[in-house]
């Protein structure tokens, strides 16, 4: 069996769009799979920093309270649970 270079010229056709397709395919895989990961890193620093804001948030309710109780005399529910301590604070 003889290949023309017409046929040559075909095959290499092909074969420039498989390779192209490939390479772009693998380009496109590792930028989702790297927004991926950036979204779950920023959706666990959002969980962190809300976190945080609660527990600030309980504890100037509490010195609220406190504060209210000395001017006021008498014992404001909470309108905020408040933490657990922590051992040594």
């Known amino acids: ?42 959706a ?7 976190a945080e804001f609660d527990d600030k948030l309980a504890i100037v309710d509490h010195l609220q309270r406190k504060a209210e109780e000395k001017l006021f005399g008498r014992a404001i529910p909470p309108r905020v649970s408040m933490p657990p301590q922590k051992k040594g604070s």
């Open 1 to 42: 069996m003889k290949f023309s270079i017409r046929d040559m010229l075909w095959f290499t056709v092909i074969a420039a769009l498989a390779v192209s397709w490939w390479i772009d395919n693998k380009r496109i895989e590792t930028t989702v799979k790297a927004r991926d990961q950036e979204r779950a890193n920023l």
């Open 44 to 50: 666990n620093d959002r969980r962190l920093l809300h």
